[in-house]
């Protein structure tokens, strides 16, 4: 067996992704059973993941797009809003699930070495999975409504990496510190729920008023939000300084939530 050298921590102390790349099977295992619990004595198992955004996107056409009449730019409110919650869950969903992650395998982190970072991460896979569920509805629905969202379609995956890496990275930062701080796992899903809404996601940026515009322009998810529907929908596309800002915002997010995990790992066993 190959000796594990220690090194002193640098300044910009980033997890060692070389031996994060040599666990990919711990994080792959790590993955599967999140997905096994999950779903485990359910009677539908995961159709679960196609009916929860398909009704919250009902929900959302019968209070945004018949009671407020609010515009979507000409596409059907259902498969408007449906769109936007596709790439929220993404975000959403490792978010909440990493935050936690750590305290839930407490037994783990403090008695068996290997890359701490795993566990937080391994959120990725129930995550993804339940993204390729929800996407297959979607692209049903995109034939039933004959939307074509034309070659914008290719940077899907750019908008979808990037929604990944804006919850990976805050993720992170939120797992460690909910390890010395429990009050994380009180406020998140407030801030989630604040986020949900203050993110046009239900909603298009038309219907904002004009002085208020600016402050929805400061919310990088709404930049996520424009640039995926213009990849899904085919609606027009984002300013450049949206796609510029939600490349730039989420890689600094991921190294930022990365640096301050790998600078917390070093106490979780003395506090968890």
Do not use: C, H
Not at 30 to 50: E, S
Not at 140 to 167: E, M, R, S
């Amino acid at each position: 067996m190959e000796p594990r050298i220690i090194r002193p921590p640098g300044r910009l102390d980033f997890p060692p992704v070389r031996e994060l790349w040599d666990s990919w099977e711990v994080l792959y295992q790590f993955g599967r059973r999140d997905v096994l619990l999950r779903y485990r004595q359910t009677a539908i198992g995961v159709l679960w993941v196609v009916i929860q955004p398909l009704v919250a996107a009902g929900v959302f056409a019968i209070v945004f797009g018949q009671v407020a009449q609010l515009p979507t730019g000409g596409t059907p409110y259902l498969l408007f809003s449906l769109s936007g919650l596709l790439i929220w869950n993404v975000f959403s969903g490792i978010l909440t699930r990493s935050s936690g992650s750590l305290v839930a395998n407490q037994g783990l982190v403090s008695k068996v070495y290997f890359p701490r970072a795993l566990i937080p991460l391994s959120t990725l896979l129930a995550v993804l999975l339940d993204f390729a569920v929800g996407s297959v509805l979607f692209v049903v629905l995109l034939f039933a409504y004959q939307v074509n969202p034309g070659w914008a379609i290719l940077t899907l995956p750019l908008w979808l990496v990037a929604g990944v890496a804006l919850g990976s990275g805050l993720g992170l930062a939120a797992s460690a510190i909910t390890v010395k701080y429990r009050d994380v796992s009180y406020a998140l899903p407030w801030i989630i729920q604040i986020l949900l809404y203050a993110t046009p996601i239900a909603y298009s940026l038309e219907a904002v008023p004009k002085d208020l515009l600016w402050l929805f322009n400061l919310n990088p998810l709404t930049w996520l939000l424009e640039g995926w529907r213009w990849a899904t929908l085919g609606q027009p596309a984002p300013p450049p300084w949206m796609m510029l800002g939600t490349a730039v915002v989420s890689i600094l997010v991921l190294a930022g939530g990365s640096l301050v995990f790998q600078k917390m790992e070093r106490g979780f066993a003395d506090v968890i």
